[in-house]
């Protein structure tokens, strides 16, 4: 068996934040090796960013696959002055157990290790099918070297999963509000106005970029994007900054440059979007460079069997019934979801990436007992269920 509040401190005690390891997945690695877990670790490269290692973990060999995905990486601790305790200690106060990566996401792992182990126990050399976990170091990180090449890497050798779970820390106050089938997507966009350089009182030999700048801005935010839909919130566009540099009170700069940032739901993709900035710039005249990087897109599972499969194990442990929500930011989610159907839950995120990150002891038991739920009725219905 696999205590999942003891297993849970092993795991926190790794100082593995982004892009270090510092042995959190070979922590892992050992202890699910001993259930009989076959482990692959995968290392992967990236000219412009650090190396990152992964693990793939699976036992069974024939389908349906239930797969649980996260991450060891976690954040900085931040101010060390705003701890009240080591952030890799992983001390237990008043039924709380602190460290950086307790609530997102080494607790939910340690869970769903402990889940594991029991259903491997009570069913001991007659699997009816397998369960993998798919473990990133890069999540928190640039996710180049991380989950996404983990996946392309299954789908070389054949690996196909049925269904994932993503321990992501889903709930907003209690343990069971709330579970993730989807995500909005998220766009970001430098927009660099052109124009001449002059004499602010001479404008008629200049070309304000500024002014142009402004302009567009205005009209990109003049409406929303979209009123929302039954299962997302509304498209957001917001403007992050303006910079202009402008050394001097009378000078008419030569550039002024904006970058936004857009989380938008599927009613639009990212290319959609981009096209309509570019076309709005055309349309206000002037030279306008745009640069855009992103980050993902908007994707969901609609509800059914899975969203049914995670509300029906979180209420027979915590008494409640989820809502299904796509709100937040993104997660490795997006990767996975175009492979198979997905959904995310885990524990509390109130205190994660905070100073005294913390979860409730009960809360991580009352977790592995969900996860070792959502094991058993999978695995109970017709695997036909999950195609």
């Not at 350089?197 to 003049?222: C, E, F, K, M, W």
């Not at 498209?235 to 550039?255: F, H, K, M, R, Y």
């Not at 194990?313 to 979801?337: H, M, N, Q, W, Y």
Request: hydrophobic fraction near 40%.
């Amino acid at each position: 068996m696999v205590d999942p509040v003891e297993f849970a401190r092993e795991l926190i005690r790794c100082r593995s934040v982004t892009p270090a390891d510092d042995g959190a997945l070979g922590t892992l690695q050992r202890r699910l090796e001993t259930l009989g877990f076959t482990c692959h670790r995968l290392k992967f490269a990236d000219a412009d960013t650090p190396d990152v290692e992964n693990l793939y973990a699976r036992i069974g060999t024939q389908g349906p696959n239930f797969c649980f995905a996260g991450h060891t990486d976690v954040v900085p601790t931040g101010n060390l002055q705003g701890w009240t305790v080591d952030p890799f200690a992983a001390e237990i106060h008043d039924g709380f157990l602190y460290g950086r990566g307790a609530v997102d996401m080494k607790g939910a792992i340690a869970a769903f290790a402990s889940a594991a182990a029991r259903f491997v126990g009570t069913h001991a050399g007659k699997l009816p099918g397998s369960i993998s976990l798919l473990i990133t170091g890069d999540e928190e990180g640039p996710a180049i070297n991380g989950t996404v090449k983990v996946l392309d890497w299954m789908a070389k050798r054949g690996e196909k999963l049925d269904v994932c779970v993503v321990g992501e820390p889903t709930n907003e106050s209690a343990l069971g509000d709330m579970a993730k089938i989807g995500r909005r997507g998220s766009v970001n966009a430098t927009l660099v106005a052109k124009g001449v350089q002059g004499h602010v009182a001479y404008p008629h030999l200049a070309d304000n970029p500024v002014h142009r700048l402004i302009r567009l801005l205005g009209d990109l935010t003049s409406k929303p994007l979209d009123a929302g839909n039954a299962h997302f919130q509304p498209s957001s566009l917001q403007v992050t900054t303006i910079d202009v540099g402008n050394p001097t009170e009378n000078l008419i700069p030569a550039e002024a440059s904006a970058r936004l940032n857009i989380r938008f739901n599927d009613m639009h993709t990212s290319r959609s979007l981009l096209d309509w900035i570019a076309a709005r710039a055309e349309a206000l005249g002037g030279k306008v460079d745009i640069k855009s990087r992103v980050s993902g897109e908007s994707f969901i599972t609609h509800p059914g069997a899975l969203s049914e499969l995670v509300s029906g194990a979180v209420e027979k442990v915590a008494g409640r019934r989820p809502a299904l929500s796509t709100t937040g930011g993104t997660s490795d989610a997006r990767f996975i979801a175009r492979h198979c159907k997905s959904i995310e839950f885990g524990l509390v995120g109130r205190t994660m990436h905070k100073t005294d990150e913390r979860v409730a002891v009960a809360d991580l038991v009352a977790l592995s007992e969900i996860y070792a739920n959502m094991l058993d009725g999978f695995f109970a219905a017709p695997a036909a269920q999950w195609a």
